[in-house]
């Protein structure tokens, strides 16, 4: 079982779709960030969410934090080519850092 | 400031043969991850190092992994004996602080794969 489970796992939309990705867990989290990481590159830090019912926007992206801080949810609006990658969610409940499962996300021109 | 740098990029090897990873990190981090990362998954912490002590080895094999850290600068991954499941990226971050994943950096990564 993972600590943070994400869904959807794969996502193919056109090009100017709108699209959300969901973080889940039972555990609660001080914080939880959101990277995205490229074809044979690392994970780029996206944003870090700290407060219960915060939310953050960055251009197209917004993202969401619940108001449990157990769960988080990232909004892409009027997605575009260079948007595809993986959608990584990640925090530390405790003393170990976590990332989720991973949304694989195909943006189609 | 320069990033994590991590070689070689791509590493084949034969089931059974050893191989090493390199990772140097950021300048000033004090704090060195090891993940391994199967295609289309999220990262899986190995090791994690605070200098060049370590922190969190709960997850790494220690049958067939071994990593160190010394002068809590450079640090390197082996794997031997290496088996077909061991096929992944490995990533190395790093970070100044010590949890958390605040002010994480990563490199880009070993692909290797066990034939």
């Known amino acids: 079982t993972q600590l943070l489970e994400q869904s959807p796992q794969f996502l193919s939309i056109q090009e100017g779709e709108n699209l959300t990705v969901y973080c889940n867990s039972s555990s609660v989290f001080s914080s939880l960030q959101w990277y995205r990481q490229e074809p044979g590159e690392g994970p780029v830090l996206l944003v870090t969410?700290?407060?219960?019912?915060e939310v953050k926007k960055l251009k197209r992206l917004t993202f969401q934090f619940g108001d449990a801080r157990k769960d988080s949810s990232l909004h892409i609006t009027a997605a575009q080519p260079g948007d595809t990658g993986l959608y990584l969610c990640?925090?530390?409940?405790?003393?170990?850092?976590?990332f989720g499962t991973g949304t694989s996300l195909t943006v189609i021109p | 400031e320069a990033g994590v740098a991590q070689s070689p990029r791509y590493k084949i090897i034969e089931k059974r043969q050893s191989v090493a990873f390199w990772c140097n990190p950021i300048s000033g981090h004090a704090t060195l991850y090891w993940y391994q990362q199967i295609l289309g998954q999220g990262p899986k912490l190995l090791i994690q190092?605070?200098?060049?002590?370590?922190?969190?080895d709960s997850q790494l094999p220690k049958d067939r992994f071994s990593a160190e850290r010394l002068k809590g600068v450079d640090s390197t991954l082996k794997i031997q004996p290496a088996k077909l499941e061991d096929s992944a990226v490995y990533l190395c971050?790093?970070?100044?602080?010590?949890?958390?994943?605040?002010?994480?950096?990563f490199g880009s990564g070993t692909r290797l794969t066990v034939v």
């Open positions: 190092f605070q200098n060049n002590g370590v922190v969190d």
């Open positions: 971050a790093s970070s100044p602080v010590g949890q958390g994943g605040y002010g994480y950096t």
């Open positions: 990640a925090g530390a409940p405790g003393n170990q850092f976590y």
């Open positions: 969410v700290v407060t219960g019912g």
